[in-house]
């Protein structure tokens, strides 16, 4: 299973969850986009190990470290907005899945997804500043060693 199959099963699975409005569901499916994205364990490369394919990429071992690459990153954010959207503000932002859905079901037909074009950028450079920065963040309460670091 490649990355590309795995946009097109699951714009799918979002677009049906919709459409059936399987509450339960969309948590499990939010669940898994945020298990993948921690542990970096994603459903295309357990596929792929475990039915022996031979262009399979292989697993990284379980570990917080940061920078991310764009696939977590992709699928943090994924699970982030359609937590944001399709369970918190519901009644608010309703089109934003089904366009979420759409978009990540024509990533899959198409091979071509513009979040994970845009992603690299925001993963190698500017995250990391963030990431420096949230790391300093205890030193408000136990120093100010944190200022330098910023």
């Known amino acids: 299973m490649t990355d590309r199959n795995y946009r097109l099963v ?3 699975a979002i677009l049906l969850i919709l459409y059936f409005d399987l509450t339960r569901a969309m948590y499990g499916l939010i669940g898994l986009l945020f298990v993948e994205g921690i542990t970096n364990w994603r459903i295309p490369q357990l596929v792929g190990k475990w039915t022996h394919q031979t262009d399979a990429p292989p697993i990284e071992p379980f570990d917080f470290k940061w920078p991310l690459n764009e696939e977590r990153a992709w699928r943090l954010v994924v699970g982030a907005l359609l937590l944001l959207t399709a ?23 198409s091979g071509v997804c513009p979040v994970l074009l845009g992603l690299p950028s925001l993963t190698k450079h500017r995250f990391q500043y963030t990431v420096d920065c949230l790391r300093a963040l205890p030193g408000l309460f136990f120093g100010a060693w944190c200022l330098p670091v910023c």
């Open 10 to 12: 699951l714009g799918l």
């Open 87 to 109: 369970v918190l503000f519901n009644e608010i932002a309703w089109f934003l899945p089904w366009f979420m859905g759409f978009a990540i079901l024509g990533a899959g037909v």
